[in-house]
C-alpha cells in the first residue's frame, strides 16, 4: 500500500513534467526528415556553414512545431540528433541535451510567417562584409532574383544594446523576425544571415546563392566602375518562376551519395 | 472491326504527334557523345557551372540539329539525358520531358554562326561582375587572347523591357545570337555568357579561361596601377594558332576517370 | 676490472650529457597527445598551415615542460614526432633531431602567460597583410570576438634591426610574448601570428577565425563604405561565453577520420 | 649487290639523322627523375599550373643537356614522357613527338646560368595581375623573401613586336634569360613567369610562394593603408638560411602518395 503510494506520487512527478513540456506532433514524414538531414549536409559542402549555423523544418503534422538538431555541426547531424521544438523553442522531450542557443530565430519566425516552412541561420562568409558595411547588398545575378528589392539588417544592439550578440532569448528572435517583416533573409549586423522559405530546397539554394551573390557583387564593387543592379521587377519576375528542383537533385546526390534516390 | 478503327484513330494521333516533330538526323558520333558527356562534367569540375548552365553540340550528321541533354545539372548527365533539337530548339522526341528552357541560346546561335560546333551557357562567378559593370572585360594574359578584342553584353532589357531575365524564347536568343556577331562569346548582363567555339574542347577551353581571365583583371585593376592588357594584334596572333589538346586530355581524364582514353 | 672502469667512465659521460639537459615530466596524457595530433592535422586541412607553423602544448605533468612535434610539416605529424621541451625550449631528449629554430615562440610565452596551455605559430594567408598594412585588424563578426580589443604586431626589427626574420633565439621570443602580453593573438610583421589560449581547441579555433575574420574584414573594407566593427564590450561578452566544444568535434572528425570518438 | 646499296644507303640517311640530333647524356639519375616527376605533379596539387606549363631539371651527368617532358599536362606526367634535350633545345631523341614549344625558356636559362639546376615556366593566377600592373611585385612576407629585392619583368613586344606571346624561339629565351640576370624569377608581362634555382624542391617552392605572395600583396594594398614592406637586406638574410627541405617532404607525399620515402 505504502509502495504503490510511492510509485504514484512519482509518476506524478514525472507527468508534472511531461506537463511542463510541450507535446509532440508524432513522427515527422520521412520524406521531410531525410530532406532535413540532407539541407545539413549540403550546407557544410557548400561552405554556408563550418561548425555553427543551423538549419530546420516546420512540423508537417503540426504548424506548431519545428524540428531541428541538438547542438551539433551541421556536417556531422544524423536523425538520432533531431528534437522537435514548439513555436517557444521549447523541445517536447529531452530539455537536459545540449541545444542551439540561438533557436529563438526559428521558432519566433514560424510564429510571424506561417507561409515559411523552413529556416536556415548561418555565418556565410561573403554575406557578413555586407552586415557590417553601409553598402547594401543588391541583386547583381539572376540567381539572387530574392536580393533585388534589398534585405533588411538586424541590429541586436537595437534589442539588447551591448550584448554577446546571440539571438539566445525570445525577444531578440521577435525582433529579428519583425525586421524580417515578408522578405525571404535578413542580415545579422556582425553576425551572419537569417535565410527563410517555403521549403528545405529554398531555404538552401537562398543560403548559397546569398553568399555567391555578396561575393559577385563585391568584385563588382572592386572593378570601380558603375554598377548595373537587378531591378526590383526582373527580381520579382525571377522569383515568381523560380524552384530548386534541378539544383536539389544534384546538392542531395553530391552531400548524401550516388545511392540517393533520383 | 469497331475495336481496330480505334486503334487506326490512336496511331493517327500519334504520327500527327510525330508529324509536329521534326525528323531526327539519327545516332550522335559515339566520340562525340561521349566528348558531350565529358564536356558536361568537365565545366563542373571546373567551376563553370554548378547546377544550372548546358552545353550543347551540333549533330554530326545534319547541321540543323543540335544535342543537349535534358533539364539537368551538369554534373549529372548521363547518355540517357540527352535530347537531338532542330535550330528552333524543338525536340525531335519526347517533347514532355523536363527541358532547359533557355535552349534558344542554343538554337539561335547555331542558325547564324554555321563555323560554330558548340556552345555553353554559363553563370561563372566571376564573368558576372564583368556583365553588370561600366569596365570592360580585357585580355590579361595570354590565355585570354580571344578576349583581346573586346566582347559584346546582351542586355535583356533591350529584348523585353523588364522580364524574368530567360532567354526563354526564340526572339531573345536571336537578339543574342545576333548581338555576339562574329565574336567567341558574349556577356549576358546579370546573368552570365553564352561562348561558343569550332568544337567541345573550344566552348569549354574559352569558358574556363574566360573566367579566369575576368578573376585576374579584377585582380589587375585592385592593385591601383595602370594596366598594360594585350594588343588586339597579340590576340589574333595567339588564337590562330590556339588549340586544348594538351588541356582537354587532362580535363577528360579526371573528370571521367583514368580509365579514358589518353 | 679495467673493462669495468671503461663502461662507469661511459656512463658518467652519457649521466653528464643527460645532466645538461632538461629531466622529462614523463609521458603526456594520451588524450592531451591525442589532441595535439589532431590539432596538427586540422590546421593543415583548414589551411592555417601548409609546410611551416607549428603547435605546442603546455604538459600536463609540469608547467615547465611542453610539448611539440621535432621540424615536420603539422599535417605529417605523428606521435613518434613529438619532443618535450623545458620553457628554455631545451629539448628532454634527442638534442640532435631537426627542431623548428622557432620554438622560442612557445617557451617564452609558456613563461610570462601561466594561463596559456597552448601556442600556435602560423603564416595563415589573410592574417600577413594585416601584419604589413597601416590598416589595424579588428573584428567584423561574433566568430572573432577576440580581435574586438585589436591585437598587438610583433616588430622583429625592434629585437634585432635587419635580420632572417625568424624568431629562433629566447631574446626575440621574449620580446614577442612580452609584447602579447595579455591577448589571444599577436601578429609578426610580414611574418605571421602566434595565437594562444586555455586548451588546444582554443588555440586551434583561433587561429581559424584569425584567418577568416581578417578576410571577411578586407572584403568589408572593399567594399569601399564605412565599416560598422564590433564593439569591446561586445567582444569581451562574447568570449566570456565562448568555447570550442561543437567544432572541436567537427573538426577532429574531419581530421582523424570517423573512428574518431565522438 | 643492288639491294646492298639500297640497305646501306638507307642507314647513312638514318645515322646523318643521327648525326643532325644531339648525343644523350645517359640515364637521368634514378632520384632526379622521380623528383622531376614529383615537381610536375606538386605544381599542377598546388595550383601553379593548369594544363599548361612546365617544369625541367639539369641533367646530373652533362651541364649541357636538361630533361623535361614531351607537351603534357604536368599532373599527367610519367617517366615515358621525358625528353632529354641539349641547351639549343633539340632533342636528343624522337624529334617527331609533340614537344613544349616554349622549351627555349629553359635551355637559355641554363646557357645564361650554370648555377641554375632547375627552371619552371607557368601561368600561376595572382603573378599573372603583377606583370601587367605598374605596381610591383614586392615581399610582404618571410615566404617570399627572394622578392624583396623586386623582380624584372620580360616584355616580348621588346623582343619581337606583336606577337603570339610564346617563347618559342632561341631570340625571345635568350632575351628573357638576359633580362633574369642572377634573380629567381622573372615575370612574364600577359602571361606568367619563369622561376629558377639550385635543384626541384627551390623552384617548386618559389613558384609557390611567388603566387602566394602576390595574393597576399594583392590583398594587403587591397586594405587601403601603407604597405609594410620586407627590406632587400631581410630577404637576402631570408634566402642565405632557406631550404625547402620540411615543404618537400609534405609536398611529395602529398603529390606521390604515402608509400613515398619519408
Partial sequence: MKNAFIVLAASLCVMQGAQAQPASAGPLDPKLLEDLIAAN????????????????????????????SLAR???LVTAEDLMEYDLDSVPVRDPGRRQYSERYIHGEIYKLRPDVMAVIHNHSPSVIPFGVSSVPLRAVAHSGGFLAEGLPIYEIRDSGGQTDMLVSNA????DLA?????????LMRGHGAAVVGPSLPYVVGRSIYLDRGAKMQQEAIALGGTVNYLSAEEGRKIE???DYIRAWELWKRKAMGPTAPR
Same sequence: chains 1, 2, 3, 4.
Avoid at 525577444?171 to 521577435?174: A, D, E, F, S
Fill in 73 to 75: 555541426a551541421p556536417e
Fill in 171 to 174: 525577444k531578440y528572435g521577435r
Fill in 178 to 186: 519583425q525586421k524580417l517583416g515578408n522578405k525571404s533573409a535578413i
Fill in 41 to 68: 549536409r549540403i550546407i557544410a559542402m557548400e561552405n554556408i556553414v563550418d561548425a555553427m549555423g543551423h538549419v530546420s523544418v516546420r512540423h508537417n503534422r503540426d504548424p506548431n512545431r519545428y524540428v531541428m
Fill in 240 to 242: 515568381a518562376r523560380r
